[in-house]
């Protein structure tokens, strides 16, 4: 799942916009892509969006019309393409929602903007879309349950908070404790990890409470966010994940789902790597891993029929 509009012009920032279709040029480059079918996704509808989040956020960010507060908390400058990008970035995420629920997995090349809350949008997101495509997905009767598995380095606030009275959601953040947001709202369950945390902890943790997390919620559908900022050279985090050790929590994470049949829709949310082909690189395992885990389910199909 991938739309060239994903690449916005928002000047010199910390985020990289470009990933996204650097992304794509190594997967190609690299031959990965053989048999894999590449969607490109229209815009989530008004309707759709006003599932999460308020009209009057809704109005104000479509227009531009933010007040200064907005636009700082916002963090990127505002601009019709944005507008564009965030729309679409929803229909991909719901997209690769119903693609997953098809398929037992996909993957989108975008998505995991988690600080977006229902009101108003923080820390680079203005649309919550991964909440979007569940909500969607409820909408349409395809799911009544579903698990947000939030990898990225910060705490996924506005996921939390769009969610936190509503059971059928279960919202898992692994996350650096002491960093971006300074306010996090509870989810159902919140790891704080330490400043340096390595591989071994975190995977540690990880095998810990997932299965766990995953045999009692027993959802209909995971959102996977696999955040390339737990990296040890990330400029916007501060934990210690080696690139060998995110590729080993992508594989965790894809096992887990795909021995007990839950379809996982995997998103790549954030990545800001001094080296910008180091987040280029951890994505692409990402997606590399997902193809694995897609030849292993469908393996596992064909030998029980």
């Not at 109005?59 to 963090?75: D, I, N, P």
Request: proline fraction near 4%; hydrophobic fraction near 40%.
């Amino acid at each position: 799942m991938h739309h060239e509009a994903y690449e916005v012009d928002i000047g010199p920032h910390v985020f990289p916009t470009a990933k996204y279709r650097l992304v794509l040029e190594r997967l190609r480059a690299d031959g990965r892509l053989g048999g894999i079918s590449m969607h490109e996704p229209g815009p989530a509808s008004d309707d759709d969006i006003l599932l999460v989040h308020t009209a009057d956020w809704v109005r104000k960010f479509s227009s531009g019309h933010l007040t200064y507060s907005e636009r700082v908390a916002l963090e990127v400058p505002w601009s019709a393409a944005l507008v564009h990008a965030s729309w679409l970035c929803a229909g991909g995420s719901i997209l690769t929602g119903q693609l997953a629920l098809e398929n037992g997995l996909a993957v989108h090349l975008g998505g995991g903007f988690h600080h977006a809350f229902s009101d108003h949008g923080e820390g680079f997101c203005a649309i919550n879309d991964v909440a979007v495509a569940i909500r969607v997905l409820q909408r349409d009767r395809a799911i009544e349950r579903a698990i947000v598995v939030d990898l990225d380095v910060h705490h996924g606030n506005g996921t939390a908070a769009i969610f936190a009275d509503d059971p059928s959601v279960f919202t898992m953040s692994f996350h650096q404790e002491r960093n971006y947001p300074a306010v996090k709202p509870p989810g159902d369950l919140d790891i704080g990890l330490e400043n340096g945390t390595g591989d071994e902890e975190y995977l540690r943790l990880l095998a810990e409470h997932l299965p766990l997390i995953l045999d009692d919620h027993r959802p209909d559908v995971a959102f996977y966010l696999a955040g390339a900022d737990p990296y040890r050279e990330d400029q916007l985090g501060g934990l210690g994940l080696t690139l060998a050790g995110l590729r080993e929590r992508d594989v965790e994470v894809l096992r887990a789902a795909s021995s007990r049949q839950i379809p996982t829709a995997v998103c790549l949310a954030g990545g800001y790597a001094y080296r910008q082909s180091d987040t280029v690189s951890i994505h692409a395992a990402t997606v590399e891993a997902a193809m694995e885990a897609l030849s292993d389910c469908a393996a596992h199909l064909k030998a029980s029929t």
